[in-house]
């Protein structure tokens, strides 16, 4: 997805919207991911108020990406799945608020 | 969800995700108000004859359970329905900053205590509403000043009532003894237990394993 912004000079060069952190649901995702450490699948869904399968369609998503990672660990003696959102992600994600503001910037009429 | 993208505030999300996790439940509310109580009660152990070392020990063993009842119901009522979450660094500090003071007042609280007790203080007969404004201020330096601090650090609301119960419990010790603790204790027990009920409503086991 591309908008315009404008230099000195007058002349538009397109800003570029990542559309994958720009889709509703994974941005939701995404935004939580970044204001914590990591968290489990549970804490996401219960964040997020997406579905079991709706959540686990994104994760993969964002996963192959390579915007978050999956951390597999025990908790008190049982497998439990982490999952934090990498360098890559975050870098995504600032670039991503920033195209928008830059986006909604350019709008005309303010 | 239509909002997000454009006005999200991280920092609102972070404080959101951070009272979902501590706060939302109940039990810190249910913490305190068990606490209210034990010391409401405590005064009473004489007349159903716990004295001596008994009514130490007793009452320790309450005052102790109170703040382990509150790790085991994070542990295995809250967790469970919400899910694990590591928080950032930031906050992290944030909860260490609150650790330190708490663990000031509680030093401070404890030499005050000592004084007083081996008559380091010099005592003074005080009547009327100069005996009240005394007990007033323990209950702020008790109550008060402590719990504002931890609400305004973990950014919960309920503690700022909690501490105005608190002080004003304690202000009233002189004329009405524990009174003030089991009421203060029993209201705030009550909210908690609300609270704690509408969110096992709200947050029922998943149904699948979170793997």
């Known amino acids: 997805m591309t908008t315009y912004e404008h230099d000195a000079g007058g002349n538009q060069s397109p800003v570029k919207i990542d559309r994958l952190i720009h889709e509703p649901a994974r941005f939701l995702i995404i935004a939580h991911l970044y204001v914590v450490e990591s968290a489990d699948f549970l804490f996401l869904m219960r964040q997020t108020g997406l579905t079991r399968g709706n959540l686990s369609s994104h994760m993969s998503k964002l996963e192959a990406a390579g915007y978050i990672e999956v951390v597999k660990e025990f908790v008190d003696k049982k497998p439990h799945t982490m999952l934090q959102l990498n360098d890559e992600g975050r870098k995504a994600f600032q670039e991503y608020r920033q195209s928008m503001r830059q986006a909604l910037e350019d709008l005309p009429g303010g | ?211």
């Open chain 2, 1 to 211: 969800m239509d909002d997000m993208t454009e006005n999200i505030d991280l920092k609102k999300l972070e404080k959101k995700v951070w009272k979902s996790f501590f706060v939302q439940d109940g039990i810190m509310d249910i913490f305190f108000g068990f606490m209210f109580l034990v010391l409401g009660f405590r005064p009473f152990l004489d007349d159903i004859g716990i004295t001596g070392p008994w009514d130490a020990i007793l009452s320790t063993s309450l005052i102790l359970s109170a703040p382990l009842l509150f790790i085991l119901g994070k542990k295995f009522i809250i967790t469970p329905r919400m899910g694990i979450v590591k928080f950032s660094r930031e906050r992290k500090v944030k909860h260490m900053k609150v650790v330190i003071l708490i663990a000031f007042f509680i030093i401070a609280t404890n030499i005050i205590l000592f004084l007083s007790l081996t008559k380091g203080f010099p005592r003074v007969h005080l009547t009327g509403l100069v005996l009240y404004l005394k007990r007033l201020g323990i209950g702020l330096f008790l109550w008060g000043v402590p719990l504002s601090i931890l609400a305004y650090f973990l950014d919960y609301r309920h503690i700022y009532f909690i501490a105005v119960l608190g002080a004003l419990s304690e202000s009233i010790y002189a004329y009405a003894g524990s009174i003030g603790f089991i009421v203060s204790g029993s209201i705030i027990l009550i909210m908690g237990l609300v609270i704690f009920f509408r969110f096992l409503r709200d947050y029922p086991l998943p149904a699948e394993e979170s793997e």
